[in-house]
Nanobody, 123 residues
Framework: QVHLAESGGGLVQAGGVLSLSCAASEVIGAMAWFRQAPGEEREFVAA????????DFAYSVKGRFTISRNNAKNTANLQINSLRLEDTGVYYC???????????????????WGQGTQVTVSL
């Protein structure tokens, strides 16, 4: 069993910057962030492959979101710049425990999930 803990959520004004952090007890393949807005399905945001550092981003966040990792600490950070109202939601961290090719935008390709951290963007 892998344990994950997200932190860094909160209430932020539009246009601001927010950094989310995820700490995992173990990571092998990748770590990713998904988010879920009220009444919506969970959607992919960003992922980073643990071995290579290769990154994937959802089209809607590309250019505003960055993701980084610390392999030694099993942590990944998601920085959100130029926050928009539509960035509001619960942000979940997920870990994949296999190496090899996979589609990062599919939740079923991740094995363990955190409890989520709320991000609320206001005017």
């Amino acid at each position: 069993q892998v344990h994950l803990a997200e932190s860094g959520g909160g209430l932020v004004q539009a246009g601001g910057v927010l950094s989310l952090s995820c700490a995992a007890s173990e990571v092998i393949g990748a770590m990713a962030w998904f988010r879920q807005a009220p009444g919506e399905e969970r959607e992919f945001v960003a992922a980073i492959r643990w071995g290579t550092g290769d990154m994937d981003f959802a089209y809607s966040v590309k250019g505003r979101f960055t993701i980084s990792r610390n392999n030694a600490k099993n942590t990944a950070n998601l920085q959100i710049n130029s926050l928009r109202l539509e960035d509001t939601g619960v942000y979940y961290c997920a870990v994949r425990m296999q190496n090899g090719f996979f589609f990062a935008h599919l939740p079923e390709n991740f094995d363990f999930w955190g409890q989520g951290t709320q991000v609320t963007v206001s005017l």
